[in-house]
């Protein structure tokens, strides 16, 4: 599994996102569930941990992998919060 996108994080947050590829197409000999292929995984930058993970595609056999960094927002429309 490949993936070196950039990361960026304020100072005042811990919550790095980080989004991996997809495994190779030949999905036959992977073993287990490929937990972290096609995910969006958050981790606390301080101290490493996992906090949370959503994998958008599981045992991936088309390459529908993130395509880009993972940009995590607060959307304000009309003064409600729509994403936190």
């Not at 930058?45 to 992998?65: P, S």
């Amino acid at each position: 599994m490949f993936g070196a996108k950039s990361r960026w994080i304020k100072p005042e947050e811990s919550t790095l996102p980080i989004g991996s590829p997809t495994y190779d197409f030949y999905g036959a000999d992977r073993l287990g569930s490929n937990l972290f292929g096609n995910c969006l995984v958050a981790v606390d930058a301080r101290t490493g941990k996992r906090l949370w993970h959503y994998q958008t595609v599981h045992h991936d056999l088309w390459d529908v992998d993130l395509a880009s960094a993972p940009q995590l927002l607060t959307v304000n429309h009309g003064g409600k919060i729509l994403m936190p």
